[in-house]
C-alpha cells in the first residue's frame, strides 16, 4: 500500500518561506500526478497547486501563483511546494494527494493516495 508522506510544516512570519515535501513509499508502479490542497479553520478544502505525471505541465491556484512553485524528483519519489512571502491566508493545514492516472485538481475527488496533512502557520 503506496503512503504519502509530507513534512516541511511549521510557523513562519508573513513574509518568509517555507518547503513542503511529499514522498510517495514505496514507489507507485506508474508514476503518478501528484499535487496539494489546503484547509484553513473553518473553510472548505481548496486547491493549491499541481503537477502532472511527467513534471512538465504545472498548475496553481490565483491565490499562490507567483508565490507558491511545485515541482517533483521523480528519482526520489517526491513533490516538494517552495512557499515564498507568505500570509496570514496561507494558514492551514497542507494535504498532498497522488493518483496514477487523474490529474489532481478537485479537493473533494477520492484520488489514491493522499497524505495526513501538514501544519503552516503564518503570523503577522
Known amino acids: 500500500q503506496v503512503r504519502l508522506v509530507e513534512s516541511g510544516g511549521g510557523s513562519v512570519q508573513a513574509g518568509g518561506s517555507l518547503t513542503l515535501s511529499c514522498t510517495a513509499s514505496?514507489?507507485?508502479?506508474?508514476?503518478?500526478?501528484m499535487g496539494w490542497f489546503r484547509q484553513a479553520p473553518g473553510k472548505e478544502r481548496e486547491f493549491v497547486a499541481a503537477?502532472?505525471?511527467?513534471?512538465?505541465?504545472?498548475t496553481y491556484a490565483d491565490s499562490v501563483r507567483g508565490r507558491f512553485t511545485i515541482s517533483k524528483d521523480g528519482s526520489k519519489n517526491t513533490a516538494y511546494l517552495q512557499m515564498n512571502e507568505l500570509n496570514s491566508d496561507d494558514t492551514a493545514v497542507y494535504y498532498c494527494?497522488?493518483?496514477?492516472?487523474?490529474?489532481?485538481?478537485?479537493?473533494?475527488?477520492?484520488?489514491?493516495?493522499w497524505g495526513q496533512g501538514t501544519q503552516v502557520t503564518v503570523s503577522s
Open positions: 494527494a497522488a493518483d496514477r492516472s487523474r490529474p489532481i485538481v478537485r479537493p473533494d475527488y477520492p484520488y489514491q493516495y
Open positions: 503537477i502532472d505525471w511527467s513534471g512538465v505541465s504545472r
Open positions: 514505496p514507489r507507485p508502479d506508474r508514476t503518478p500526478y
